[in-house]
C-alpha cells in the first residue's frame, strides 16, 4: 500500500500546465521520432514497422513496462513533473478517471474523422467535463475461461470446448466445484493461479463496488465486497496456485504446469501464448463464471508534453482504426472496442492456432454480449483494489490472516481519505 499512497501523492501535486506545443519538428536526420508508452501486450509491434513503412518521415520507439501499475507510477510521476513522458501513452481503464481529473494536461482528441468509432460507454469513459476527448479506445476485456485440455484430459476431465464450459458451469460455485473434481484427481496441479487474479473477476460483476457514484467510499462496508472477498479466499485455500500475476514465477509456471485454468480476457491470449510458448494443450471455453465480465481494457492519450502532438495524434488515431484493431486481436488476443470492427466477418471469423485453432473471434464476441454490468470506477477505484490485491496476496502468501489482512486493507483504505 506505501507503493500507493506514495504514487497518489505523487499524482497530487501541483502539475507543471507547461506544453510543449502541437509542432512536429523533424531531428537532424529529417525523421520525427515518437515514443509509444504500453504495458503487457497492445499487439502493437508488426503495426509500428507498418506505420513506419507508410510514413517514412516517421521513427517509433515503444517503451513497453512490464505491468499497468509500473506504467501508471511511470506516467503520474512524470505527469508531476512535467516532463519525461512519451509522446503516445496508454493507460488502464481502471486509473482512467484519476487522469480524468488532470484532463488539461492532455491533448484534446476530438475530430469528426473519429467520431462514433468506437462503442459509445468507451468514448464517454475518455469524455472529460468540458465535452474533450483525451484518449482513443483500444480494446475491451469480454472475459472467457482458458485451460489446458491435456491436464484435463490426465484429470479424467472432458477436454472438448463445448463439454468443458458445461462442466465449468456460469457461477462462480460451479467454477469452484469443478477445479474440486480436477484437484481429487491427483494430477498435482492447481486449478488456477491466484486469489488476485480471480477477484479481477469477481469484483468486475459488483455494480459498486468501492465507491457510489458519486464518489463517496464505501468499500469497506459494503457486504458484497466482504462475501466476495471471503468466497474467493475459501476457494484459494484448496484450488489456488499462489502465483501473483506478472510475478517471475507466475510467468515461469506456464512452462512447468503451473495451473489448469486462466481467467481470459482477449488481450490474455497473448500473454498466455508469450509465457507458454512451445507448451501445447492451451484451449478457451465458451463460458465465464457469474455469466459475463470484462476485465480491463486500455487507451491511447497524448500528453501536452509531447513536442510531437499532431504526428502524435495521428498514430495514436491510426493504432486504434478497426483495421488496426483487427490486426492487433490476430496478433495478441486484444479485442477490438471499435464498432466496425466488432461486426466484421474477419473478427467473427477468427481462430487462434495456439488456442487448438479456437474460433476466438466469435467466443469473445459472445463473451461481449454477455456483460450486463458495468461497475462503476471513480478516482479511488484503483488504489482501493490494488489494496486488495495485497489483501488477498498476504494471506496467500501465508503473511497475515484472512482476518488479520482484510483489517489491514480497511486500514489502508482509510487511509485514502
Known sequence: MAATVAGAATFALVLSGCSAGAGSEPSKDGKVKLTVATFNEFGYDDLFAEYEAANPNVKITQKKAATSNEARDNLT??????????????????????????????????????????????TEAATDADGRLIAYGTDIGPEA??????????????????????????????YYAAGEKFVAAGTNV??????????????NQIPNAYEKADGTIIATENPQVKEAYTSVLAASSTLSAHLGQWSDDWTASFQNNGFATQLCPGWMLGVISGNAEGVTGWDIADTFPGGGGNWGGSYLTVPNQSKH????KKLAAWLTAPEQQLKAFAAKGTFPSQIDALASDELLGATNEFFNNAPTGEILANRAAAVDVTPFKGVNYFPINDAMQQALTRV?????T???????????????G
Not at 309 to 312: F, G, L, N, W, Y
Request: aromatic share 12%; with cysteine; net charge negative.
Open 145 to 174: 475461461v482458458c485451460y489446458r485440455s491435456d491436464l484435463f484430459a490426465a484429470a479424467g476431465l472432458p477436454t472438448d470446448r463445448a463439454e468443458v464450459a458445461k462442466l465449468l458451469g456460469t457461477s462462480w460455485d460451479s
Open 190 to 203: 492447481p486449478w488456477f493461479d491466484s486469489a488476485g487474479a480471480t477477484w479481477q473477476g469477481v469484483v
Open 402 to 416: 484472512a482476518d488479520e489482512s482484510w483489517a489491514q486493507w480497511v486500514t489502508d483504505v482509510k487511509a485514502l
Open 77 to 122: 510521476t512524470r505527469l508531476a513533473a512535467g516532463s519525461g513522458l512519451s509522446d503516445v501513452e496508454a493507460i488502464e481503464v481502471d486509473w482512467l478517471p484519476e487522469l480524468l481529473t488532470y484532463s488539461d494536461q492532455f491533448a484534446d482528441l476530438s475530430s469528426a474523422d473519429v467520431k462514433d468509432r468506437w462503442l459509445k460507454w468507451k
Open 309 to 312: 502532438q499532431d504526428e502524435a
Open 396 to 400: 496467500e502468501d501465508g503473511t497475515m
